[in-house]
Every structure is written in C-alpha cells, then in structure tokens.
C-alpha cells in the first residue's frame, strides 16, 4: 500500500457538513466560517514512548489522540467540528490501519468532527491533530477569566491515569481491581465536550488537565493575575484508591502527587461565582459527571495548598514538563 491508497481507502469517509466546501484530496480543505461564530484551533502532538507506548493497541491510541484534541476543545466551551491528522508511521501496514481508522472515525463520528485532511509520512511512530471548534462570537472561555472569590471546580475523579502510568513503569502495583479502572481511564480519556458546553454562560475561567493540576490551574491563576486556596483533601479520586492509600504515609503522599502532579486526566478545572453553584451541579447531573468544589480563587498571586489539618503542602513536581532539567 502506498500512501495515496492510505488516503483513498481509508481517509476519504467525508461527513455531510455544509461548512465544508472541499474536504481531502487536494492541497488544502476549504471550510466557510458561520457568520456570527468564532474559530478555535489548537494542536496536539503525541510520541511513541513519551506519550504512549509503542505497543499500545491501535483502536486505544486512535481514541486518545482525538480525545485529547477534543479536550482542548471542551476547555474553551467549543463545539469541536474539524481535524487535520498527522502521522509518521514506519510502514502503511493494513492490520494496523485498519482498527486504528475504524476507533479514529467511530469517535469522530461520536464527538461530531470531520477529519478534512493531514500529512501522512514514514517516521517513527509520531501523531499530531490539529483541531477546530466553533464558539458564537466572543464566548469562549479563557484561562484569564477567573475573580476574586470565584469557586473553584473540578470534574471527573483525578489521579487515575497517573496512577496506572505508574503501575505500567512498574514503579509500584496496585490491585488489579483498582488498576483496571485506572487503566481505562489512561488509554480511554473522555473529554468533557458536552461538559465545556454547558458551563460556557456560567464558567469564568476554564482549562483542561492535562499535566496535572497544580501546574495547570497555574496557567489560570498566571493568565487572570490572581491566587488561588485549593483544599487537597476535597480532590476528587476513586474511593478505592483512597482506601489503599488509607493508614500509610508513603501511598499517601504518592497519591497527593497523583492528585495534583499527575497528568493525563483530560478533567476540567473551571471557575465560577458561588451564586452559580446550583447551575453547576444541575450540570453535571444531567451530564453525568461529578463536579467538585476544590478552593476559591484570592487576591494573593500565589497557589495555596492545604490538607484537612490546614497544613500546607508543597510538591516535590507541579506537574508534567518535557523540558524540565533533570
Ligand atoms: P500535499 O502533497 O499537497 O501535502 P498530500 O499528497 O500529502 O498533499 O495529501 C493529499 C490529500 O490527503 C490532502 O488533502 C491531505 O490533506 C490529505 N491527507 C494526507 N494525509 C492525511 C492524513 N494522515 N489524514 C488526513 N488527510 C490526509
Ligand atoms: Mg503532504
């Protein structure tokens, strides 16, 4: 197979969308923005071994490349509606195409997105999306937003793929039990579009977890020039990893570090006024998802960390960063 029978055979399943005026097949896609709408555009890459593991099953890589797209997406409030894929792959091998296209369109088709076109080259194992969405003028929600005496919230249980990426380095083990659900959670990211939507006339500020929230919430605090007191202890996680964690100091710590240094979780941490807190959690029983309060945002610049005996705690990592000297 070469490449342009990859992109006739298994790219070229286009979506009915007015919007799109040429999708795949020539040298650019064409799409008419709605009048009255913005565009929201943001790009992904993910790497063998840094991302994912090389032996990581196509249809589990194809959902999280997409999803973690779609996150950036659900981070704004946008309505996520075009992809552009990237990849460098070693050789155009069907066995391996084949549930990789079928997961990657099943979850496009799910989440709405058309995918209109990319570069396909031989390399090392290497994917890059590149993601559009569509908020009405001026609404999407930004990092810059928070107030002073806004709540802070986050959705979803945190630490979980953190804690199966540790398991997988064989770094510790975990109940098999526990890391099941850990593991799905590592390999099967759901990104909260629908979730993002719904809090885009109630969130001030918003951003997705994607490196841990201590270092993400940061990127709040820093763009809206104001603090923030989270209480550790009220982080939303799985029961039974705080079960395991229960009675010894060192699982504890190692799960504080999940919680707020982990990564991977494709959560979102928004803010929103206290008068909004019935809205929020209407929200997210009609979604489905838990959303908890975790803090306040204050007026000192600065990220306070507390535990239930209101001692503060300070982290050895804030987060994931590739460039972080050893
Ligand atoms: P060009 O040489 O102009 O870059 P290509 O031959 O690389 O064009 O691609 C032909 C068409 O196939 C283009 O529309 C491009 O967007 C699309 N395409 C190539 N690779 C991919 C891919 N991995 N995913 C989606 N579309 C792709
Ligand atoms: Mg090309």
């Given at each position: 197979?070469?490449?342009?029978?990859?992109?006739r055979r298994y790219l070229q399943r286009q979506q009915q969308d007015q919007q799109l005026i040429l999708g795949i097949g020539d040298d650019a896609a064409i799409i008419?923005?709605?009048?009255?709408?913005?565009?929201?555009?943001?790009?992904?890459?993910?790497?063998?071994?840094?991302?994912?593991?090389?032996?990581?099953?196509?249809?589990d890589l194809a959902h999280k490349i997409l999803a973690v797209n779609l996150s950036d997406m659900a981070a704004m409030g946008a309505m996520p509606r075009w992809v552009l894929l990237s990849a460098a792959l070693p050789q155009l091998d069907?066995?391996?195409?084949?549930p990789f296209c079928d997961a990657f369109f099943a979850m496009a088709r799910r989440f709405g997105v058309t995918l209109i076109g990319g570069d396909t080259t031989q390399g090392d194992w290497v994917f890059n999306i590149t993601i559009i969405g569509e908020t009405?003028?001026?609404?999407?929600?930004?990092?810059?937003?928070?107030?002073?005496?806004?709540?802070?919230?986050?959705?979803?249980?945190?630490?979980?793929?953190?804690?199966a990426l540790s398991v997988c380095q064989h770094r510790l083990t975990l109940p098999a039990a526990i890391m099941a659900i850990c593991e799905q959670k590592l390999l099967r990211p759901e990104p909260r579009?629908?979730?993002?939507?719904?809090?885009l006339p109630i969130a001030h500020a918003a951003q997705d977890i994607s490196d841990g929230?201590?270092?993400?919430?940061?990127?709040?605090?820093?763009?809206?020039?104001?603090?923030?007191?989270?209480?550790?202890?009220?982080?939303?996680?799985?029961?039974?990893?705080?079960?395991?964690?229960?009675?010894?100091?060192?699982?504890?710590?190692?799960?504080?570090?999940?919680?707020?240094?982990g990564g991977d979780d494709y959560e979102l941490v928004f803010t929103a006024s206290p008068s909004q807190r019935q809205?929020?959690?209407?929200?997210?029983?009609?979604?489905?998802?838990?959303?908890?309060?975790?803090?306040?945002?204050?007026?000192?610049?600065?990220?306070?960390?507390t535990d239930h005996r209101q001692?503060?705690?300070?982290?050895?990592?804030?987060?994931?960063?590739?460039?972080?000297?050893a």
């Open positions: 197979m070469n490449e342009f029978d990859f992109i008419r923005p709605k009048t009255g709408f913005d565009l929201h555009i943001s790009s992904d890459m993910l790497l063998a071994g840094k991302h994912f593991f090389a032996d990581v099953s196509p249809a069907a066995d391996w195409l084949q009405r003028k001026g609404q999407g929600l930004k990092r810059s937003a928070a107030k002073v005496g806004d709540d802070v919230w986050v959705s979803g249980k945190l630490g979980l793929a953190a804690a579009v629908s979730l993002g939507r719904q809090l929230l201590a270092q993400d919430i940061n990127h709040i605090l820093t763009a809206s020039q104001v603090g923030a007191h989270i209480h550790v202890d009220q982080i939303p996680t799985l029961a039974a990893l705080r079960h395991w964690a229960q009675d010894c100091p060192t699982r504890q710590q190692q799960l504080q570090q999940w919680l707020l240094a809205a929020i959690l209407a929200i997210g029983q009609s979604d489905s998802v838990a959303l908890t309060r975790i803090g306040h945002i204050t007026a000192t610049p600065s990220l306070k960390l001692q503060e705690i300070s982290l050895v990592h804030q987060g994931f960063d590739h460039f972080r000297s």
